[in-house]
C-alpha cells in the first residue's frame, strides 16, 4: 500500500465503517469520508429519512451513485460506503474500478449489529427503514442476505468486527488487510 492507496470499507449499518475508518485515517494520515454524509450534503445537510421522505429512496441512490464514482476517483482516503451503495450497479462498478483502492468488508453477525444499531438513538431518527419489517432484527437479517453477496464481491478482504473493539479491531485490520 502506498500513500495514494484508497481504503474503501464496506458493511451494514452499525458494522463500524465510520468508527474504524476515522481511527484508520488517523493513523494513516488520510481523511475519512463517509459516502452518506456526502450524500447528504447534496441534499443541502437533510437526514437520509428526510431526504427519501421528500424527495424519494431513487434520487438518493442517484446522489449517492455519484457521491461514490467521485470519492473512488480520489487518492489518498479511506471511504466509508452506504450500506446499500453498492446495490447500485454504477456505485458497484466504481468501487470495484477503483484505482489503487483496497476494498475490506467489515462483517458483523446480525444480531451485534441490532444491539449496536439500537444503542445509536441517532440512527432511527436519521434512518429510514428498510423493509416491511419497520427496522429491527428481522429487517437485519432480511437486508445482510441480499446485500452480503455484493459486500463480498467487491471486497478484497473480509474482516469480522462481530466482537471485537474499534481500536483492536484497527490493530488487526491494519496487520491483516494493508
Not at 429512496?57 to 482516503?77: D, H, I, N, S
Not at 474499534?166 to 496487520?175: A, D, F, N, T, V
Request: net charge neutral; with cysteine; aromatic share 6%.
Amino acid at each position: 500500500m502506498n500513500e495514494a492507496t484508497n481504503i474503501i470499507l464496506i458493511g451494514y449499518r452499525g458494522s463500524g465503517k465510520t468508527t474504524i475508518g476515522k481511527l484508520l485515517a488517523d493513523q494513516l494520515w488520510k481523511k475519512f469520508v463517509d459516502v452518506d454524509d456526502e450524500t447528504c450534503k447534496v441534499f443541502k445537510g437533510r437526514t437520509i429519512a428526510a431526504i427519501w421522505e421528500e424527495f424519494g429512496e431513487p434520487a438518493w441512490r442517484a446522489e449517492e451513485v455519484k457521491v461514490t464514482q467521485e470519492l473512488c476517483g480520489k487518492k489518498a482516503l479511506v471511504i466509508g460506503l452506504g450500506g446499500g451503495t453498492l446495490g447500485q450497479p454504477a456505485a458497484m462498478e466504481a468501487v470495484k474500478n477503483a484505482p489503487n483502492a483496497i476494498r475490506i468488508y467489515l462483517k458483523c453477525d446480525p444480531d451485534e449489529l441490532f444491539r449496536r444499531i439500537s444503542a445509536d438513538t441517532k440512527s432511527a431518527a436519521t434512518r429510514p427503514a428498510l423493509t416491511k419489517f419497520g427496522g429491527g432484527l428481522d429487517e437485519i437479517k432480511t437486508m445482510i442476505a441480499q446485500r452480503e453477496p455484493l459486500y463480498l464481491e467487491a471486497a478484497d478482504h473480509v474482516f469480522d468486527v462481530t466482537d471485537i473493539e474499534p481500536e483492536l479491531g484497527l490493530r488487526h485490520l491494519i496487520k491483516r488487510c494493508l
